[in-house]
């Protein structure tokens, strides 16, 4: 297993397009908990539990 990674990561291509898809997943995952102001978060609570669509999502923010 460990020779197949150093093996990826010895090819430039891929070991820019992995190191670019953990930055990405890494700039989701903290931006993910950044709130946004002039949200309420009381009303985006039932947005995630699949009771109204995207424009009753819309129509909150």
Request: hydrophobic share 50%; proline share 3%.
């Given at each position: 297993m460990w020779e197949k990674a150093r093996?990826?990561?010895?090819?430039p291509e891929?070991?820019?397009?992995?190191?670019?898809?953990l930055g990405l997943l890494a700039i989701y995952?903290?931006?993910?908990?950044?709130t946004l102001p002039m949200v309420d978060q009381t009303k985006?609570?039932?947005q995630g539990a699949g009771q109204g669509?995207?424009?009753?999502?819309?129509?909150?923010?």
């Open positions: 093996v990826i990561f010895t090819i891929l070991r820019k397009k992995i190191l670019l898809t995952r903290v931006g993910y908990h950044i985006l609570g039932p669509g995207f424009a009753d999502l819309i129509n909150q923010v």
